[in-house]
DNA sequence: CGGTCAATACGATACGTATCGTCTCGGCGC
DNA sequence: GCGCCGAGACGATACGTATCGTATTGACCG
């Protein structure tokens, strides 16, 4: 195809960029995206209903997008930009505040509903999960990590920490609850969370007193 | 639910129920269902596939089955009937049981696979994600609940252990791992849950000595 | 400098396919 | 015969591709 030797060309998004020219549609597509997930879900987003709202033709979605799920991971990237935490240097506040924040974003806005939509779509392309996990996972989860970290240099918890699962533990939990058993996530959901995660204490049904 | 009405309708097929006549097509759905599934998950499963495969009309499939959801949970509800538990008698061993089957449930069978794209669309029918509920998930959580119940009598666990938690608290992480995060999900993992279920201890990464 | 031009991304839209859920058909078992 | 059956035609919708003519751009030339 391109014959001339000189040309520069496929580096990622260096000067002579092609993205430079597509800068305005390129925009109003992950603006249109962004604002029909929160409209109809991830179900009922189709690319068609992107490229009409943008203002837009189909074939330009899909020059820069592989499919549906590409689109949505890059549009929500961005919006899972940072409600930055607390961090009060108190371990058990800390951990409790990041509980909440998990369960804000999986079960009180309408993002947690897009969850297992564009999982099951992000099985079936190991790359796009990876960039799902490096772009809106890793983030997000880091900012625990750091508390977590600090907790340990104060001694406050085991050197050896497994972090990760630690994590997965007290999300997954919450996602469960959301995307399957149905049953309530609320303030005490938290509380218990913390309370096995801290102190070891099997979770107990709370007393109505 | 009991409706002091006239029409009997929805308990499952009584013996005057026009399911009578529809024994074949109706068992041969299922049957056809339960194999596309495995064959090609449920993203890709298709009325008509189904009708097809089953020697059967579409319009026979829609009569009894509202969507492909319906038919995917009650084509499920067959084969997860009972691969029974071991029941050691001892709670630890019984729970890390527990916890391996869940493991393979969710990562090491296909079954595993099917949950996103199935509890996406169980989150726009809440009738059909409560009979998921009750058919599928119930019975495999009272096979743990009888496991942790007789271990409260024998006070190895407070009486007022709130086992969905505990039992959400597992199967969260592990389709946590599975659907969102593809970290490993192995032997350790089981064993890391249960002491932390059990011990109060945090999880931390295994030396390898 | 400023004008010209090939390259190419653009919006639009037509295309063929797939699947949906509805709907009519004869046919045949009860 | 009544009514459920299998078959499949039907209008919708969305897919992903292909092809228009236009608009913008950066490189080159004068």
Redesign the interface.
């Known amino acids: 195809m391109t014959i001339s030797g000189a040309s520069k060309e496929l580096p990622p998004a260096a000067a002579g960029d092609p993205r430079r020219r597509n800068a305005r549609a390129h925009e109003a597509i992950l603006v249109a995206t962004s604002e029909l997930l929160t409209e109809v879900g991830?179900?009922r987003l189709t690319i068609e209903g992107v490229a009409a709202r943008a203002g837009v033709g189909k074939a330009t979605v899909y020059r820069w997008w592989r499919s549906k799920a590409a689109l949505a991971v890059e549009a929500m990237s961005r919006r899972f930009d940072s409600p930055l935490p607390a961090e009060t240097g108190d371990l058990r506040q800390d951990l409790l505040d990041a509980v909440r924040r998990a369960i804000d974003g999986l079960a009180r806005s309408p993002e947690g509903?897009l969850?297992?939509?564009l999982?099951?779509?992000l099985?079936?392309d190991p790359t796009l999960?990876?960039q799902f996990?490096e772009q809106i996972?890793r983030p997000r989860r880091s900012r625990v990590i750091a508390i977590l970290r600090k907790a340990i240099d104060r001694g406050e918890?085991?050197a050896?920490?497994?972090v990760?699962?630690?994590m997965?533990?007290y999300?997954?939990?919450?996602?469960?609850?959301v995307?399957?058993?149905?049953?309530p996530v609320d303030e005490s959901?938290a509380e218990?969370?913390v309370s096995?995660?801290?102190?070891?204490?099997?979770?107990?049904?709370p007393?109505v007193d």
């Open positions: 991830y179900a509903a969850i297992p939509a999982a099951a779509d099985m079936r999960a990876a996990r996972l918890l085991p050896n920490v497994d990760d699962l630690l997965d533990v999300v997954g939990a919450v996602l469960y609850r995307v399957v058993s149905g049953e959901l218990q969370l096995l995660l801290l102190d070891g204490k099997q979770p107990v049904i007393s």
